[in-house]
Each structure stands twice: as C-alpha cells, then as structure tokens.
C-alpha cells in the first residue's frame, strides 16, 4: 500500500497537470461555452478517476473494484492523450510567430483540435488494445543450424498483464490462436497477471489448454514479483506449464539438441536475493554439445550476461513496444531494445511488443503480438 505521503504527492502533482490544462485551454473555448462547460467538467472527473483507479484494488468487493480501475486506466489514457496534445499546441503557438503568423486567431481552432486529437488517440488506441493480438512472423537465423532444427517454431507470447481489466476471455482468444500456430513450442516471457492467484487463478486458467509439441514454458517478469511470484509460480506448474527459473532443459527434437533455458526477472533479487537472474546458473550442468541455446528473459537488458554465457538467441518482453506515444520515448532510457530482433555480439534478441497491455487500455504505434519465431540457416 502506497504511504500517504506518495499519495498525497500523487494528487498534488494530478491536480496541478490538471489545472495546466484547464488554465491552458478553457480561455481559448469562450466561444464554445457548451464544450468548455464539458472540458471542465471532464478534468474534475479526471482528477478523481485516476487515482480512484490506482487504488480501486484495495477494494475487494466485485465489481466494484474493476468498475473503478476500468474508469481510472480509461480516464488516464485520455488524459494522457490530452496532456502531450495540450503542450505541443502550445509549442505551436510559440512558434507561429517566428512565420509572420498570428497565434491569436488560431487559438479556439487549436484548442477544439486538442480535444479532437485526444478524442480519436483514445479511441483508436482502446480497440488497438483490446482486439486480438496478430502474429508476427520472424526468421532467426542460426549459423551451423543442424537440419533437424530447420524450420523449429517458437510461438512466444509476453506481458498479457490478466488484471482488473484482462480476463479469462481475453486470453482465451490468445490461447486459441497460439495454438493454431501449431509450434513446436511456447514461450512465455513475463508480466503474466497484475493481482494474487486468489483474485485471478479463474482468469489465468486458460493456460492449461496451450499446445504444442514440445510444451510451453514459463520466465518471470517484475509484476509477478509484484504479485506474490512465489504462488505464482506454483500456480503455473500447476497448470502444467514449465517455469525455468535460472535453469534449463534440453529438447530432443529429429535428432538435434535445442536447450531452453530461462531465468528469473532482472530485477527479481530486489524482492528476494536467492532468486537473482542469472543467465550463466541456468546452464549449469548443461550438455557439452548442443546445437542451439535459447535464452527466456524478460527483460532485455538480461542480453549482455546472456551474451557472455554464449546464448545463441533470447525472447524478452517488457518494454510493449513503448504502448503509447511518448512513453516510447522513455524506454530507451532503461532498455538496450524497445522492440524487434536485434544483434548483440554472437546473440540475437527479439523483444515482443507484448501480447496485452498494462494500465491503461490503449496502444498507439505499438501493436501487440504473437510472435511466431522460426529458426532458419544462417
């Protein structure tokens, strides 16, 4: 539970952005009482939706509690929407001098363009969220590939997020395509459920019908530490999944030898020091000779210690593509990948983009996947 004092902090700086935008854009909308009247409206609604929202999970009554993070996740994707649409309007106007052009004129029209920009952003960013993800189609290739391995699929599916606003039936429809890939096997690369296995065990239950011919196979990510990994991890193997935790199994596949490993979230040794990611522990014991080694992490900065410990490819998720403009902007600061295959050394990785969201429903240039990953012959 959040302190009072980062709380407070958190209205403090809401209401402030909040009144920014008002201050900003009202006077410009006096010609158009009825839409300034509901702009103001809108912000005070705002105000208290977003941090009702954040804490809508301490309610445990149903559905109050998801009506509540519903309202809250919707009301900050617009508002962020209407924030970065609200200051570039006003680098505009900044601007427009510098051209001989008068900004007086082209207020009211820029401020009725702010809110249509928010509007449709928001809209178009809510059904890129929540339809199904599509796949996409990636080759890897490997060098001295053995012919056995040619053609191996991995269908890889990351930060689904199953939470106040992802259920049972959202990732039902993502099992359903995974497994008319038919790949030979699933990757699950983190970020799984946002919430306990008491909240959320009838929702993640899905998982149990995922097929492919060599198994599917579970890392995890930093909101499972944030959610009691422990239990979920129990939870998963329950459900017949394999969780690789800084370990390894070797599949035998036409007579070749392809390792999967895995490791726990990068950040994992912050909740508990005995479970720090280690991509070198993972192939302790491992066969002398096999063909390809695969690497499951989360999070793309895992890549430089897998690139060491001689990893051939790794699967991340993590950073969703950046989800929504200008978060996007942001990841680079934190991650060596946003998305996409990528060349680290001897090692390729490939970040999803992720196959649901996290806080608010939205995606913006970022679309989530089903990445079906096939290994080719360098």
């Known amino acids: 539970m959040p302190s009072r004092f ?35 409206i809108w912000l005070l609604l705002s105000f208290v939706l ?17 009506l509540l993070a519903w ?3 919707l009301a900050m994707g617009i508002f962020s929407s209407l924030f970065v649409s609200t200051l ?7 601007t427009l001098p510098w051209f001989g052009l008068h900004s007086d004129r082209l207020g009211p029209w820029s401020a009725l363009a702010v809110l249509l920009v928010s509007a449709l952003s928001s809209v178009i960013g809510y059904f890129n969220a929540r339809r199904l993800a599509a796949v ?22 990351s930060d689904i ?31 799984l459920v946002d919430g306990s296995v008491q909240e959320l065990a009838p929702h993640t239950a899905p998982l149990a019908n995922l097929q492919s011919r060599h198994g599917a196979y579970f890392v995890t990510g930093n909101h499972e530490y944030y959610s009691n990994a422990p239990e979920w991890v129990a939870e998963v193997r329950r459900l017949g999944l394999t969780v690789l935790m800084n ?20 950040s994992a040794h912050h909740f508990d020091e005995a479970e720090r990611s280690d991509p070198q522990a993972a192939l302790a014991g491992s066969p002398q000779h096999v063909a390809v080694k695969l690497l499951l992490a989360h999070q793309p900065r895992s890549a430089a210690a897998a690139a060491d ?7 991340s998720g993590h950073t969703h593509g950046g989800q929504f403009f200008p978060w996007n902007l942001f990841v680079p600061l934190q991650q060596p990948y946003t998305a996409g295959l990528n060349r680290l050394r001897d090692l390729w990785v490939y970040t999803s983009r992720g196959t649901g969201y996290w806080g608010p429903p939205k995606r913006l240039f970022a679309p989530s996947e089903i990445t079906r990953l096939r290994l080719v012959l360098a």
């Not at 009202?26 to 009482?33: E, G, Q």
């Not at 570039?88 to 900044?94: A, K, M, P, S, V």
């Open 88 to 94: 570039l309007r006003e680098i505009c106007l900044l």
């Open 247 to 266: 370990e390894h199994v070797v599949l035998k596949h036409q007579d070749a030898s392809l390792l999967v490993a895995g490791v726990t979230d990068f």
């Open 309 to 315: 410990a001689g990893f051939d490819l790794q699967l």
């Open 71 to 73: 309202a809250g996740m």
């Open 50 to 66: 977003i941090p009702a929202g954040m804490l809508g999970r301490v309610i445990k009554q149903q559905p109050l509690s998801d």
């Open 6 to 40: 980062a709380i407070l902090t958190v209205l403090l700086l809401l209401g402030v952005l909040h009144a920014l935008i008002g201050w900003l854009l009202m006077p410009a909308l006096t010609a158009m009482p009825l839409l300034q009247a509901l702009l103001g």
């Open 161 to 191: 997020h199953v939470g106040p606003t992802i259920k049972r039936g959202y990732l039902d429809a993502i099992v359903n395509k995974v497994n008319t890939l038919k790949a030979d096997m699933i990757a699950i690369t983190g970020d």
């Open 136 to 157: 996409v189609d990636v080759d890897i290739p490997i060098r001295d590939l053995p012919v056995g391995l040619q053609g191996f699929t991995i269908a890889q599916i």
